[in-house]
């Protein structure tokens, strides 16, 4: 499989990857933040917009059936990809930070009570600490966290022990940091806390990319992520959860759509999954996903795995020999992110110098100010790799890295 992975074709099938940036190549290590659309997404955009568009599932007419059809379809195609036991069970949303925000707001209002705990950890993005944060003020609930260690790997032992309080109602984790690439081992932590009647979120916006994920094998009773870190548009995200506890959720916003029948003496909600999507959705945007789904289908995603590990080994391997410059987060099971600082220099310096080469990496806290906190440093620059970069760009981007530092010094 490994050797049919043609990197040329790849490339070209990324159109915005073939340009100069302030008179360099752009080299694009921004990956974990958004990832680049390939030509089939942009095109079933302008596909959509030029000969489908039409407001859906109430329409009998011929677009209206066509913008349904095509809506409705992506998520079929998100059936197989997450392994998901129905297609009622995906719920279109904005992205992980919606998803986490109805979650919180339905499920959390329905169920969490003063003294109860909402276990997340340090590695955590804020969108799966505040809205946590937000329902437990509302319902006297208590946020607790799992320490990291030194590398970055999660203090399993101390993660047991919090989970013996039995007072724990939800764990939300991320399956992998944005900010430092650490690979949480979730499914032994979905089982830890499956055995004291806990339920899961996993935050699988840094891994859908990645790996396959089939929420059912990984009993996952929440699974968000965004579409446009997956080489989908901007605007859409998806919400799994297991039927039985969307079932017994109460709806997240009121409007069209969610409603089986309104009368000003009480109104009866929809089914699984328009119970959840009041309004007209992002029809256009969910539809080019699902063509984005299918481009990462007909990749070999051994070889993708391969690519991505290459990258990750060579840029740490050449960073490591840059003096001054420490790696932060180093645990034995990452994907393709290195975050780093470097003595004396503050990143965002590192940040706008690269950008002046054509580089784009990410520079800051990476909306994980606790984490940042744990380190005692301000933020990091991150260069996050995905399969369509090469080692010549990582070459382009330390020879940039190397003249930036030289002028700061
Ligand atoms: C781990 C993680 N969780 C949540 C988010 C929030 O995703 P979005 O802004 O698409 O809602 C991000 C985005 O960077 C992320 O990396």
Known sequence: MVDKFDIVQVRKDFPILDQQVNGAPLVYFDNAATTQ????????????????????H??????????????ELTRTK?????????TDQIIFTAGVTAGINLVAQTFGRANFSKGDVILVSNLEHHSNIVPWQMI??????????????????????????????NRVKLVAVNHVSNAIGTINPIKQMID??????????????????????????????????????????TGVGVLYGKREILESMPPYQGGGEMIKEVSFSGTTYNELPYKFEAGTPNIA????????????????????????????????EQLSQIDGLRIVGQAPEKIAVVSFVIDGVHPQDVGVLLDKFGVAIRTGHHCAQPLMAR?????????????????????LFIKALKRCLMMLS
């Open 136 to 165: 437990a003020q509302e319902t006297g609930a208590e946020v607790q966290v799992i320490p990291v260690d030194e590398v970055g790997v999660l203090d399993m032992e101390a993660y047991g022990q919090l989970l013996t309080s």
């Open 78 to 86: 998100l059936k197989d990809f997450l392994n998901t036991p129905s």
């Open 285 to 316: 945007d969910v539809y080019a996903f699902g063509f984005a789904l299918d481009y990462l289908k007909s990749l070999p995603a051994d070889a993708v795995w391969e690519q991505e590990k290459s990258l990750l080994d060579y840029a740490t």
């Open 192 to 233: 830890m806390a499956h055995q004291v009647g806990a339920k899961v979120l996993i935050d699988g916006a840094q891994s859908v990319a990645h790996f396959d994920i089939d929420v059912q094998a990984l009993d996952m009773d929440f699974f968000v992520f965004s579409a446009h870190k997956l080489f989908g548009p």
């Open 375 to 395: 380190y005692d440093i301000v933020g990091t620059c991150r260069a996050s790799f995905a399969f369509y970069n090469t080692k010549e760009e990582i070459d």
């Open 58 to 71: 109430r329409g009998l007419h011929t677009l209206a059936e066509r913008a349904t059809t095509g809506y």
């Open 37 to 56: 659309k390939p030509q089939v997404v942009i095109d079933a955009l302008n596909q959509y917009y030029t000969q489908d568009n039409a407001n859906i």
